[in-house]
């Protein structure tokens, strides 16, 4: 695929992205910081949430697990997803904490154990999304092409 | 700790540090309390582009343990929930000990906490995640005071 032809369908699929909220405004906060004394920001950053978010989700998958659910770590877990996900844009992962920590304060383990899965379902979505527009970039630089910068 | 860099004696805590700008005709100093490491790289990448040096602390204890060392900043970013020591407490605790840093709270909790850790000795607050128009804000405002 020509370079062009590459740049163009990066420009449609991370608009698609937003468009359907999957990532907010903070994305592009990530890829304002992204510059020559900091190429690989955007992918760096994005690589320790996903790793901090499977670790989260692990052992949140384990706390609710338990015969008696310690409430107050789920809610601090959730509490630090929110906060990693908000700081590179995962809406729709970060949504998902709100009603979270909603039935956590109800502890109510049946709402907590759907709002995993919900949260796991969303994750696998954004990252499977990243992980495509991450190709893309690739692609476009090994065609010797530049990223285009989004408004 | 995630504290490193030279802590010279120019950080000397008996160094009276009256004016805003603690490292004066220096780059300006910043330190990072988050117990998220996605947060402090963030944050670190936003302090970055205005040329901010910056330093890291995983929660309000290790932040106060700089200072106890002698560390001195001209803007700290502090998270409110964490480990150990929270950030309500240690920025109390670094205005009990003096400090006159920029303290910033960060927080992704509503405003309900809002006013307690202001009342610990905060400068301002921010809900999560910071964005490049507020630090420019908060690193122009050292420019006004120099």
Known sequence: MEVGQL????????????????????FSQLQQLQDESNPDFVVEVVSLFFEDSERLLNDLTMALDQPNVDFKQVDAHVHQLKGSSSSVGAQRVKNCCVPFRNVCEEQNTEGCLRCLQQIKQEYLLVKNKLQTLFELEQQIVAAGGAIPMMQ | MLISGKMSSCYDINVSCSNKNLNIGKKLKALIVDDDRVVRMVHKGLLKK?????????????????????????????????????GRQATQELRDMDVVSLIVGVTSTGEEE?????????????????????VRLLVEKFKDDA
Do not use: W
């Not at chain 1, 163009?8 to 903070?26: H, K, P, T, V």
């Not at chain 2, 602390?57 to 900043?73: D, M, S």
């Not at chain 2, 803007?75 to 150990?84: G, S």
């Open chain 1, 7 to 26: 740049q163009r369908s990066f420009i449609e699929y991370i608009s698609s992205l937003f468009n359907e909220g999957f990532l907010d405004a903070q």
């Open chain 2, 50 to 86: 205005f040329g901010v040096e910056t330093h890291e602390a995983k929660n309000g204890e290790e932040a106060v343990l700089a200072h106890r060392a002698g560390a001195c900043f001209d803007l700290i970013l502090m998270d409110l929930d964490m480990p150990v020591m929270n």
């Open chain 2, 114 to 134: 809002k006013e307690a850790f202001m009342n610990a000795g905060l400068d301002y607050y921010y809900q999560k995640p910071l964005t490049v128009d507020v």
